[in-house]
């Protein structure tokens, strides 16, 4: 469906959703729960997402990210680039012929979207390979009194870009509720304010169904998820029954495609998978976010990179606190490399993975061969499994100073390693290669970097052989500095 200017009603929601509103704004305290938001949910679902709802941050906590939502410089420039997004979404819908006003209206529902507390599901898809799928789901927001009003004034609007062949009025409850149907074209939808909430139904009979659900209770499932990913400060919450995903789309596949797409994913242990949950809020401290994997059985295939020890306080420990940017992370190099081959080469899997761990044995065979370097080993086996990407304090931070550090668990068969590889680069140099390989050192170590010509940064690394007695990276002008040391 399209307005009278050529504008779909879907893309401008999804073009208003993504770029406005919720930018500059110092909301970012979560609300107490809503006790009927997490009731519509129904009892089986394929995606269910809600949120609390946000207000002020206070100057006066304690926790840093409140802090940081108070002050002045940060919200001058999510202010500043909430009304540059602003702008850039007028500008993109001024020759669609959608008027002025309903950009405005629906930027502030959008902004009470992201204020109060709701919810947003998807219960089934009926998908099949002759016709277009069907979709059943629902919305629901918290709407105060004074906003009542507001709210259906600027639903009323937006209605009117629909063509009236398509849309009319059906009783939902004891209200009226507004409905458009687009035939086989999409789902029909159907909207209105009940309770203090505004209900959207996506589907037939779908708004009928949250309506009687607002006074019932929060289905099991939904408990239990919550609870595992449960945060001091919830704000969000996300869940995602990803078996019923995985089967939805091969029951729209060609019986050929559909085993593929099924050999695929046992062979990658994706099989396993049943549900993904999130949660998101605040602590004492600062944000705090936890995920939940569901899987049957043990994991299989890439899934065993996440049977890993968790981090440790000293994992973090190596990096600045002065940093304006930190990440660390657990990935075992040479065992996601063996995980990805023995994928490839399941038995399940297509003849187009085979071709593809067949091309890629074969690179790394002719790397041993050209260089004496035995990829799997000598270069993958001898690092460890964490490392970390920061940006060093000072003026350079985020455009010279960012720095990859990895723990080495052989550092002699590590330095043999690279020592080859120096030698095959310096080699190259010399016939007129466009790669040269400069090195230097200091008190502590020997540094290499590289250059190249029309290349505009400078990577730079080093190696510590002595457990890490002081970190120090190179970061200059355009140079970039990695760092690998044993422990």
Known sequence: MTTAGGVSILELVLLLITAGGLVGSSDVVPLPADPIVAQIAPAECLFYSSWTGKTH???????????LFTDAKFLDYLQHVDQRLHQSVLEGIASQGVGE???????????HLHSHAGSFYISAVHSSREELPEMFGGLVMRVDDDDIEPIATTLAAFLQLVPEPLRSTVKVGHRQFSLVEFGNRAPPISWGIDQN????????????KIIERLNGSVPVWLQEAKKRVATPRPASFVHLDVRNLLDTIRSAMQPADAATFAGM????????????????????????SRGLLKL???????LTLMDCEPLVAADFQRISSKSPVALVFQLNLAAALTALLDSLEHEKAPQDALDTARQLRLQLEMMRHALGIDMLDDLLGSIGDTGRV??????QALTGGWTLSVDLVDAARFSKMHDQLLAAFRQQTRSGGP?????????????????????PLVPTWCIYRD?????????????????????
Request: charged share 20%; no cysteine; proline share 4%.
């Open 467 to 487: 457990a890490w007695a002081e970190q120090t990276a190179y970061s200059s002008g355009r140079r970039t500095a990695t760092t690998v040391g044993s422990r």
């Open 435 to 455: 790669l040269r390989v400069v090195s230097g050192q200091n008190e502590q170590v020997t540094f290499h970097s590289a250059h190249m010509d029309g290349f």
């Open 101 to 111: 006003e309903h950009v405005e209206g629906a930027f502030r529902l959008l902004d």
């Open 390 to 395: 920061f940006a060093q304090p000072g003026p």
């Open 296 to 302: 049957s059985g043990d994991p299989r295939g890439m």
């Open 197 to 208: 909430y505004l209900v959207v139904g996506i589907g037939a009979g779908e708004a009928e």
């Open 57 to 67: 941050a206070s100057p006066d906590a304690a926790n840093s990210t409140e802090q």
């Open 265 to 288: 994913l046992e062979a990658f242990g994706l099989d396993a998978v049943e549900s993904f949950s999130y949660g998101g809020g605040l602590d004492d401290q600062g944000t705090v």
